[in-house]
T-cell receptor, first 115, second 115 residues
Framework: AQSVTQLDSHVSVSEGTPVLLRCNYSSSYSPSLFWYVQHPNKGLQLLLKYTSAATLVKGINGFEAEFKKSETSFHLTKPSAHMSDAAEYFCVVIPLDSGTYKYIFGTGTRLKVLA | EPEVTQTPSHQVTQMGQEVILRCVPISNHLYFYWYRQILGQKVEFLVSFYNNEISEKSEIFDDQFSVERPDGSNFTLKIRSTKLEDSAMYFC?????????????FGPGTRLTVL
């Protein structure tokens, strides 16, 4: 069965310090992987996506993620956190070649940025 | 920039009543989806819709649920007889690519409260 595990439900960082949000996936198929962000009372916004091209993916707002097949991971990073990064982040997988294109969501990580 | 819109933003209803949640997907998109997020839980897939028919549905999407694209622009989710456990945030999404894992664009959601 396909699944996504976000290892931390809450992460707190100080403004200006690095951000690491962890995501591991389980898929019998080659996956497409996404990170979405949800600000309070807003919809889900795509940060970045991996679709079997470069393993290091750059997204919006300075975020990037690296696909590591050997570790089945797709962790999200940012070198320097900004107050506006405070939000909920979702890792999402689509198991390619499975005949389905529904998103499978992780449980989410709430990022808190301290001044 | 085109976006997915949803109405209403918040719907309160009595148990047993019918509700219709409305979505206007991005105009040139071909795949449409409904997801829901019960408070404190992960986002869950409900149904996908392509070429005027359901292409996939989850076990949550039982006979109480139906979807429709009545006029070529709106995409609706109907719950025939609401239950307390239907209280959730409902997200509509659309994607451009047919038959492929294209990026899904999400609306801001409708918060459904069943009393």
């Amino acid at each position: 069965a396909q699944s996504v595990t976000q290892l931390d439900s809450h992460v707190s960082v100080s403004e200006g310090t690095p951000v690491l949000l962890r995501c591991n996936y389980s898929s019998s198929y080659s996956p497409s992987l996404f990170w979405y962000v949800q600000h309070p009372n807003k919809g889900l916004q795509l940060l970045l996506k991996y679709t079997s091209a470069a393993t290091l993916v750059k997204g919006i707002n300075g975020f990037e993620a690296e696909f590591k097949k050997s570790e089945t991971s797709f962790h999200l990073t940012k070198p320097s956190a900004h107050m506006s990064d405070a939000a909920e982040y979702f890792c999402v997988v689509i198991p390619l070649d499975s005949g389905t294109y529904k998103y499978i969501f992780g449980t989410g990580t709430r990022l808190k940025v301290l001044a | 920039e085109p976006e997915v819109t949803q109405t209403p933003s918040h719907q309160v209803t009595q148990m047993g009543q019918e509700v219709i949640l409305r979505c206007v997907p991005i105009s040139n998109h071909l795949y449409f989806y409904w997801y829901r997020q019960i408070l404190g839980q992960k986002v869950e897939f409900l149904v996908s819709f392509y070429n005027n028919e359901i292409s996939e549905k989850s076990e949550i999407f039982d006979d109480q649920f139906s979807v429709e694209r009545p006029d070529g622009s709106n995409f609706t989710l109907k719950i025939r007889s609401t239950k307390l456990e239907d209280s959730a945030m409902y997200f509509c999404a659309s994607s451009e690519l047919a038959g492929g894992p294209g990026e899904q664009f999400f609306g801001p959601g409708t918060r459904l409260t069943v009393l």
